[in-house]
C-alpha cells in the first residue's frame, strides 16, 4: 500500500520517505485519545468499547492494561504538573488523575444538568481546560450508557482554574476533536455532525481567542474532509494541522490548504506527538495503535 500522498509540495519536506509505517499494537474495538506522558515516557490511549485505557512503553514497546474498567474514557491531555486530564463517557465528566493515582472529577455538569459525554480536551497555558461534549457515549450502550441528554445541545466548553464552567461554542453539530494554535491566538474545532445530520459537512473550524483568553469569536471553516470525517488532531510547532480522517492522517497548512495524506488501512480516529523530541507521530486507528517518525514536532503548550 502506498505510505505517503502528497497534494502540496510543502508535504516532502515534512515526512521522511525512508521510515515505515509501524505497528505498535492490535486487539481494540475503537482506539482513541492518544496522550503522550513524558515523565514516564509512555503513551496511553483509550478502547472506548472495551472500556480499557492501554499503556506503550518507549523503553521495551510492551503494551500493558492500564486501567479497566475506566468509565469508557476517550480523549486524553496532560496538564502543566504532568497530570492525565481524561474526558469520560461513561461517567459523563472531565477527571484529572492526580499523581497518587486517584481520580478527581474536575467538572459532570453545566448549570445543574449532566454532560453529554465529554469526548476531546486540551488545556490552555493558562492552566484552564477546555473540552467538547457530543452526545456519542449517551446514544448507545456501545461506548457509554445509553440515556436522554439534559442539556439538549452538543457544546464546547472551558473549565477555568477555580473550577468555575463557561460554554465557549454552541454552534456546532457534534464537536469532537480540538486543539488551539501554537500562539493559541485560535482554537480548531472539528464537527463530525454527519453521524447525526448527513448534511452536515465534516470540517474543522477555527475560533478567534478574545483578548480576555476566554472567550471565542465567529468561526470560519477552515478545512473539508474528502474522505469521511475528522476526529482527533494535532498541531505541530509551524502551525500545520494533523489530522484524523477516513483514509489516514491528512496535514494542513494554517490556512487550510491540504498539504498531503500519510495513509491507513483502517480509519484513524485520533492522533498525537510523542516521543522525547515529540517528532513520533502515534495513531489510534480503528483496531490498531501505529507510529511513523515525521519532520514535525508536536505543540507542548507548556514549553
Keep these: 500500500m502506498q505510505l505517503y500522498s ?35 515516557r509512555y503513551l496511553l490511549w483509550s478502547d ?32 502543566a504538573q504532568g497530570r492525565v486530564i481524561a474526558c469520560e463517557h461513561r461517567g459523563r465528566a472531565v477527571t484529572r488523575t492526580e499523581h497518587d493515582g486517584t481520580r478527581r472529577v474536575l467538572a459532570d455538569r453545566y448549570q445543574g444538568k449532566r454532560f453529554n459525554s465529554p469526548n ?62 501554537p500562539d493559541e491566538s485560535l482554537l480548531y474545532v472539528a464537527d463530525t455532525g454527519r453521524t447525526h445530520q448527513p448534511d452536515c459537512t465534516p470540517a474543522i473550524r477555527a475560533y478567534p481567542v478574545a483578548a480576555d483568553g476566554k472567550s471565542l469569536g465567529a468561526g470560519q471553516t477552515l478545512c473539508e474532509c474528502d474522505v469521511g470525517l475528522y476526529d482527533g488532531f494535532r498541531v505541530d510547532t509551524d502551525g500545520n494541522i494533523w489530522s484524523s480522517a477516513g483514509d489516514g492522517v491528512h496535514c494542513y497548512a494554517a490556512d487550510g490548504t491540504l498539504l498531503g495524506k500519510i495513509l491507513v488501512d483502517e480509519v ?36
Design 6 to 40: 502528497t497534494i502540496d509540495p510543502r508535504f516532502d519536506a515534512l515526512i521522511h520517505k525512508n521510515v515505515r509505517m509501524e505497528t505498535l499494537w492490535t486487539g481494540a474495538r475503537w482506539c482513541e485519545g492518544p496522550v503522550w506522558v513524558p515523565s514516564g
Design 48 to 79: 472506548i468499547p472495551n472500556d480499557r485505557v492501554m499503556r506503550w512503553d518507549w523503553a521495551d514497546g510492551h503494551v500493558s492494561t492500564f486501567e479497566q474498567p475506566c468509565f469508557n474514557r476517550n480523549g486524553h491531555t496532560i496538564d
Design 268 to 303: 484513524v480516529a485520533n492522533i498525537c506527538f510523542g516521543g522525547p523530541k515529540l517528532n513520533r507521530l502515534f495513531i489510534c486507528a480503528t483496531t490498531s495503535l501505529r507510529s511513523i517518525y515525521v519532520n514535525a514536532r508536536g505543540v507542548s503548550h507548556f514549553a
Design 120 to 181: 476531546d480536551v486540551v488545556v490552555k497555558r493558562d492552566g484552564s481546560i477546555w473540552f467538547t461534549d457530543p452526545s456519542y457515549g449517551i446514544d448507545s450502550d456501545y461506548e457509554g450508557d445509553k440515556s436522554p441528554s439534559e442539556i439538549g445541545a452538543r457544546n464546547v466548553y472551558r473549565i477555568d482554574p477555580d473550577g468555575s464552567v463557561e460554554r465557549v461554542i454552541d454552534d456546532m453539530v457534534q464537536p469532537n476533536g480540538l486543539a488551539f494554535s
